[in-house]
């Protein structure tokens, strides 16, 4: 656990208070009979953080319409939208996403652009750090009624130091001190985080694993990424230290070499670099968008490369389901732009590998949430940083 959360009473009565919070603005409007239904505060520590809530403007009291028959009208607690706003970033290095979320965690605006990643360092920064700016502008709020900013980055992160390590496919994005370089220009907290973790618990707050206790969050792009969820809580790595990541699993202990140094890892032999290397070989100008649009680069040397591909996805995946007993697992990224061709050959080998008491295939799905689960994640973050101290540690 988080050394934070333990013990302090200040700290406990603020986690209590920022539940109810937190309840209020997933489930609001909620009367106080309702909020102690649902928790387990007492009735005088609901009236008490109430009422801190209401001056702190963090929530407003309306009232709902009597039913019939019923003489009072309810009064109900809701959240007050414009208390603050919200910055979630994901930065890949194909697009990056922004988005600006208000107080009740609701989208007021969101941007896309490619991240040029071969313009150097200075040229992504101040790219990114002009187009945040932008979209906080567009979202019609001020600069400082910014809570906070979240950037998932992809690539080696150390969130301790706010830092961007390294970046494959980037021309020069090594030891980027981007925490420090976006809080000089926005002045609010800025959390630096790795895209799979934030990818992750946007998937957690609004995607396929909400409610879910137990789920894998698989990206498929370029690299393959993962994020585990377990007993309802997201397993966040310390720095260095990967967890649950399935795309250095050894497919091929004689197969090619991966960045990460080991031989034949999941990444190496599947991932969208690799896969994109095999089929160019086969038809130099051929991308993943064509392959979907033009069924006639489906030869049936290109479908086999990809099936070969998605049974080397399938075969990782099920040693991680040993592992880890997902009730879902939720496919996102580039890749699943191909469709049947990798999604199939996937489904078939974890059916033929797992009996369905271990693993239902059906509950192998492709994101809802579009290309949008890391910035919506990253904004999540933000809340959970600043209010409930959630993402732990393991
Ligand atoms: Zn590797």
New binding site residues.
Partial sequence: MNSKTIGHPEILKNLNKYQMLNLIREDGPLSRTEIARQTRLGWGTITKYAAELLDEQAILETFEKANKGQGRRAKKLTVNPDKGWIVGVELGSYATRIIVVDFSGRIVYRTYLLTNSADGRQEVLETLSQRIAESIDKAGCSLDSIIGMCVGAVGQVDHTEGCVLKTANFSDFNDVPLRDYLSEEFRCPVYVEQAQLVITLGEMWRGGGKGVSDFICLTLGNGIGSGIVSMGRLLRPYPFKGIGDI??LTIDKNGPQ?????KG?L??VAGGAALLRQLRAISPDITFEKIESNPALQSSEIRRIIREAGVSIATALTSAIQIYHPEKVIVSGGLTKLGDPLMSPIQKEIEARLPIRKFDVSHLEITQLGDWAGALGAARFVWEETFTHKVEYV
């Fill in positions: 795309g250095h991966c960045t990460c140094g080991n890892c990444e190496a």
